[in-house]
């Protein structure tokens, strides 16, 4: 019995090792294998939920695009016709910006002439002025030159008579 005794120890320690396998495996499907799956099968579900959301929203794109076609015809012609009329406002602007531009040129072209013009006056003014000071002392000189002059003259400036009663 001894040697059957030993089979029998031994077949319940491999029944016990058997036992534990089966509940470890069984514990790491429950944590870790499980959610795994439940996650991936609910991913896939996502993304086929996503993919008919996708494809209504291009079935509404189309059909949008079909109703549109005729709308943007209208929209280009008005487009058309603004843009015409900015392109002769900017043409109108650019004639007016134009003419102002060639007034002023000419107003500063007329002012400088008219100060050159008076510059002119100005140096002949100053380079004149020294001769017509000289020949007016000149002049003075020899009409003062009398001594009988001199003294009319003063004495009508400080208003007495020729003998110096006032």
């Known amino acids: 019995m001894i ?7 031994s077949i319940i320690f491999r029944l016990i090792n058997f036992g534990t396998l089966i509940a470890v495996g069984v514990y790491i499907y429950r944590t870790y294998i499980a959610d795994m799956l439940r996650k991936q099968v609910l991913e896939r579900e996502f ?5 008919r959301a996708q ?3 291009f ?14 015809k209208e929209l280009f012609e008005l487009l058309k016709q603004r843009i015409g009329a900015w392109s002769q406002a900017v043409h109108e ?32 003014f100053l380079e004149t002025l020294p001769l017509a000071l000289d020949e007016a002392a000149q002049e003075l000189e020899k009409h003062f030159a009398r001594t009988d002059l001199q003294h009319t ?10 003998k110096g009663n006032a």
């Open 93 to 124: 602007q650019q004639k007016k910006s134009e003419a102002a531009r060639a007034k002023r040129a000419i107003a500063l072209h007329e002012y400088a002439r008219t100060r050159a013009e008076k510059i002119v006056e100005q140096r002949a």
């Open 55 to 57: 494809a209504c929203l």
């Open 153 to 162: 003259y003063v004495s009508m400036v400080l208003g007495t008579d020729k």
């Open 59 to 72: 079935d509404e794109k189309r059909c949008m695009q079909m109703c549109a076609n005729s709308d943007q």
């Open 3 to 9: 040697g059957g005794g030993e089979t029998l120890v």
């Open 47 to 51: 993304f086929q939920a996503e993919l």
